[in-house]
């Protein structure tokens, strides 16, 4: 039996969820509703989701073929400050590790290269020149 959908909602919440975007009714409760709020939804979804985009019935209609069946429940205020700082702290601890990375590696390549230039005098000219060049 095919869902009939629902009706009466004065706007529509955009979301994406993993690869998809779904779409869910807004009635008038008394909230306001923006892009970025974090909402609760009916349906099977029990995930706090965010809003992407607010949309008129009409809009949601040309984006999405398929009846909205599922509605908005309601605004979910949550501090997310802990979890972004820790995202935040991951993203540059990852980014010094490749530059610490990175700079070990060239620091490791030069004492091999000073160490042959001790045995070879051709070799320390390249090094000399290399050493001005990276500098």
Known sequence: MASKGLSGYYK???TKQG???YYYAIFDDGNTYEKGDKILVS???KEVLEITDILTPDEAKRKNSMKI???VIGK???DTSAYEARIEKRRV???LKKELDQKMKQLDEIQKYEYFAKIDPKFAKLVDEYKKVIE
Do not use: L
Request: no cysteine; hydrophobic share 40%; net charge negative.
């Open 19 to 21: 690869y998809g975007t």
């Open 12 to 14: 529509v919440a955009e």
């Open 69 to 71: 069946t599922a509605e």
């Open 43 to 45: 349906g099977v979804n």
């Open 76 to 78: 979910v205020v949550v």
């Open 93 to 95: 601890t990852e980014k």
